[in-house]
Nanobody, 120 residues
Framework: QVHLVESGGGLVQAGGSLRLSCAAS????????MGWFRQAPGKEREFVAA????????TYADSVKGRFTISRGAAKNTVYLQMNSLKPEDSAVYYC?????????????WGQGTQVTVSS
């Protein structure tokens, strides 16, 4: 059974940092691209960042470039999102996703999400 389990969310003041983790199991995720999305109340889910299967290529939404960093663990089945200089508008539920094709329009698997709240 496939599982993507996020952790590391919480409450932080504006300007602070959080590190999200996603542990994947049930498939050879070393062959999958991994990504992060987020959804704020009343808004659509949006792409945040992605990393390819090898970890050699990363992509970011313009809104988080220079502040967020996505990376993969050595075993490739864990992905991290280091979030620095957080802003209140970063508050959302953050979801981990996996895509075999590397396309992010419709990922193959989703996690359950972890709440990030940034206070002003």
């Amino acid at each position: 059974q496939v599982h993507l389990v996020e952790s590391g969310g919480g409450l932080v003041q504006a300007g602070g940092s959080l590190r999200l983790s996603c542990a994947a199991s049930g498939l050879p995720f070393s062959t999958y691209g991994m990504g992060w999305f987020r959804q704020a109340p009343g808004k659509e889910r949006e792409f945040v960042a992605a990393i390819n299967w090898s970890g050699g290529r990363t992509t970011y939404a313009d809104s988080v470039k220079g502040r967020f960093t996505i990376s993969r663990g050595a075993a490739k089945n864990t992905v991290y999102l280091q979030m620095n200089s957080l802003k209140p508008e970063d508050s959302a539920v953050y979801y981990c996703a996996a895509s075999y094709s590397g396309a992010w329009g419709a990922p193959d698997y989703w996690g359950q999400g972890t709440q990030v709240t940034v206070s002003s």
